[in-house]
């Protein structure tokens, strides 16, 4: 993928999730550009969090700094079919609803899903392993705060909403302002395995500003076929655009 195509569509990107960033486009994810993940926190004042935050996203989920809690309760959501479009942003594919597509519920407060989005490979790992694929439903309260609801993916079965984003995604190009009309879309239809075992951490955002307070639950591994043709089709698109791993923040898993 040609560097400079990918820096443009980056911050058309980041402004539907970050409205604060002054200059989307100035960073990358390539270390050898000078504007790598290890250099956002230098590039704009607004963004030190990404290299003085203390909860920084992503982190490797490791059994050995696991808690196990029961009180948390099962994954509260209650999504709905919603109109959506779907864009390659150039370095990742995301779905965005335009009309209520419903929400999660944390600690009695509603954050109402917006779009989801995929990375390849995944920026979570568990216990060092990184997987094929990663889901990152962002939600958003009426505070303004951010709950990001991430399914990390292994071979396996299909869910229904990959297979309709599928059907899309073959005619894509790259052009970071053309929306593709998905019709209705039921993020419902999307396999989370058990809403009873999650991961539950207070993270950051994985691009700049880094913004922290974002509360992340982290779904354990699903199983997901991809046809060799999607999973090629997805990596060209997202391949490479994870953040370093923050090995050493603290997290928690719910068993029930
Ligand atoms: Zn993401």
């Known amino acids: 993928m040609h560097f400079t195509s990918v820096q443009c569509v980056q911050g058309e990107n980041f402004l539907f999730l970050v409205n604060n960033a002054d200059d989307e486009s100035s960073f990358t994810y390539e270390e050898k550009s000078g504007k790598g993940p290890r250099s956002w926190g230098e590039i704009n004042p607004h963004w030190q969090a990404c290299k003085n935050g203390t909860l920084q996203s992503p982190i490797d989920l490791l059994d050995q ?40 519920k944390i600690n009695g407060t509603e954050y109402k899903l917006l779009q989801c989005h995929w990375h390849s490979p995944s920026e979570h790992t568990i216990n060092g392993t990184r997987y094929e694929l990663e889901l990152h439903l962002v939600h958003k309260c009426s505070q303004g705060n951010l709950a990001v609801v991430s399914i990390v993916y292994k071979y396996g079965r299909p869910d229904r909403m990959l297979s309709k984003v599928r059907r899309q995604i073959c005619g894509l190009s790259v052009d970071p302002k053309q929306d593709k009309e998905l019709g209705i879309v039921n993020p419902g239809d999307i396999k989370f395995g058990s809403s009873r075992k999650y991961y539950r951490y207070l993270g950051s955002l994985t691009v700049p500003p880094c913004t922290e307070g974002v509360i992340w639950t982290i779904v354990q591994k699903v199983s997901l076929t991809f046809s060799i043709q999607l999973l090629v089709r997805f990596a060209l698109v997202v391949f490479g655009f994870w953040r370093l791993i923050k090995p050493e923040w603290f997290c928690w898993v719910v068993v029930l």
């Open 65 to 104: 700094r696991v808690q196990v809690l029961s009180h948390l309760g099962r994954l509260n959501r209650d999504y709905k079919p919603a109109p959506a479009t779907v864009k390659n942003r150039g370095h990742d594919i995301t779905v965005m609803w335009k009309g209520e597509a419903g929400e999660i």
